[in-house]
């Protein structure tokens, strides 16, 4: 069974750096790019970046490039999100999901990451 | 960047009702092009993926049509479990997603 599942709910202070995973089973981790998702409360979906776990090759949103970082440990089958100092507004839930050449659109999702930046 | 819209905004529907959602996309995206729908509190779900392909497990009742820059998602006759947000999504450059179609009660 494909499972992406995600790291725990996080509540960090503005300026705080902070990382959170998707660990890919049930399938051959290198052979899907996992992309992230952000979801403000109460917004729509934005796609934030996407990865190669087999090379770590990137690519970012212009809206995003820069803000995060985006990477992979294919020994682990885990792709990461992190910032290195969050703002309030990176308050939202933020998912992961897979995709490839083949299958292009995103086939599986992990269940969300809500991430809480609050003084 | 391509832009996509989605119209309505919210539509509200009842029970048997037939439903048309369309999105379209700033400059032509072939058929890359996939629909989701999301409840509250959970991941999307892929619904259509190249404008028209149904989804292993997804109800017949869902389909996707269009090419180019325009492109629908119907609901043949609306079930209880489909009130939820749809979102179209172009994935011809990079990615982006419409900003949503809400399917509530009537």
Redesign the interface.
Known sequence: EVQLVQSGAEVKKPGESLRISCKGSGYSFTSYWI?W?RQMPGK????MG?IDPSDSYT?Y??SFQGHVTISADKSISTAYLQWSSLKASDTAMY?C?R?NYD?????Y????TLVTVSS | DIQMTQSPSTLSASVGDRVTITCRASQSISSWLAWYQQKPGKAPKLLIYKASSLESGVPSRFSGSGSGTEFTLTISSLQPDDFATYYCQQYNSYSTFGPGTKVDIK
Do not use: C, I, K, M
């Open positions: 992309s998702v729509g979906l934005e796609w996407r690519n949103s212009p998912y999901a995709h299958r292009p659109h995103f086939d999702w992990g269940q969300g």
